[in-house]
């Protein structure tokens, strides 16, 4: 009698055909991307930045963007970090505006006076983005500790723009604090 089992092969099966709905249902794009990510006809995961001068959205390949690293900079070590500055100044805008909307809305009298925790990402990049992002709304900083304090006098350019002096104060906070009110 005849064996009816195929003949083993060295040939590894035929993977399935990856499609960009599946890339969107694996990486959830639509519950956490708002508007900012998406996937691209390829499957890979896309930041879609602000148009340029009235153009159309940039969408950037974080995947492509990883190659072309990987071309001309072989020296790099993974994790890399990418910051879009784009997806910050429009969510401070966003925000911002959305409680301009409500405020006007519900004819309040007062007014929203937002700051950044500082203890969130206190690199030098982000920080100065949101005081220059900011400052068209007052947009101020939130400061826990004496290094986040300094750092919140060195951007702080607005004098309408609130520093929240938060968490645990010594005298050498109180004295630094009291010493940036007398200088405006």
């Known amino acids: 009698t005849a064996d009816p089992s195929p003949a083993p092969t060295d040939q590894a099966p035929a993977e399935a055909a990856w499609s960009v709905e599946e890339a969107r ?18 499957g890979e995961v896309c930041a879609d930045l602000a148009p340029q001068e009235g153009g159309e959205i940039v969408r950037v390949s974080i995947a492509g963007l990883m190659r072309d690293l990987k071309k001309t900079h072989s020296d790099l070590q993974m994790p890399l970090l ?27 009298t007062g007014q929203y006076r937002g700051v950044y925790p500082i203890k969130v990402n206190q690199q030098h990049q982000v920080i100065s983005e949101v005081a220059s ?6 947009y101020g900083f ?25 968490g645990y104060k010594d005298r050498e906070f109180i004295d630094l604090a009291l010493g940036a009110c007398k200088m405006g």
């Open 25 to 42: 249902n694996l990486y959830g794009i639509d519950r956490w991307g708002a508007g900012y990510f998406s996937v691209n006809d390829a």
């Open 82 to 108: 990418f910051r879009f500055s784009d997806i910050l100044h429009s969510r401070i805008e966003e925000l911002n505006v959305s409680f301009r909307r409500a405020i006007a809305e519900q004819n309040y």
């Open 133 to 138: 992002f900011g400052r068209e709304f007052q």
């Open 142 to 166: 939130e400061a826990g500790s004496k290094p986040e304090l300094m750092a919140a006098l060195a951007y702080m350019h607005d004098p309408k723009a609130l520093i929240i002096c938060n």
